[in-house]
């Protein structure tokens, strides 16, 4: 069993930045891609961020420029820096680790944390 916990989120204003983590921890070791992804009211959920223990990334292109996806391997842990937040950034994010083992890809989520762009 593996377990994602995320921390950080809040409110923000527009223009401002906030930094938030997630760990995995349990039965498997190194995730092979982490990320984070987010869902907001009445859409469905999108990618944001992922990195690979290799450390390559892959943004959304709505956030390219603005957020910083990284992570420690050693710890099982990945962060997303969000800077120059905008309204339309309100959402629940959630964490992902994946493994991907020889026939099967295993995915475990985070509970989600809520971020809101507001004034």
């Known amino acids: 069993q593996v377990h994602v916990v995320e921390s950080g989120g809040g409110l923000v204003q527009p223009g401002g930045s906030l930094r938030f983590s997630c760990a995995a921890s349990?039965?498997?070791?190194?995730?092979?891609?982490m990320g984070w992804y987010r869902q907001a009211s009445g859409k469905q959920r999108e990618l944001v961020a992922t990195?690979?223990?290799?450390?390559?990334?892959n943004y959304a292109e709505s956030v390219k420029g603005r957020f910083t996806i990284s992570r420690d391997n050693a710890k099982n842990t990945v962060t997303l820096q969000m800077n120059s937040l905008k309204p339309e950034n309100t959402a629940v994010y959630y964490c992902?680790?994946?493994?991907?083992?020889?026939?099967?890809?295993?995915?475990?989520w985070g509970q989600g944390t809520q971020v809101t762009v507001s004034a």
């Open positions: 990195m690979t223990s290799g450390g390559s990334t």
């Open positions: 992902k680790a994946s493994y991907y083992g020889a026939s099967q890809a295993y995915h475990y």
């Open positions: 349990g039965s498997i070791s190194s995730s092979d891609v």
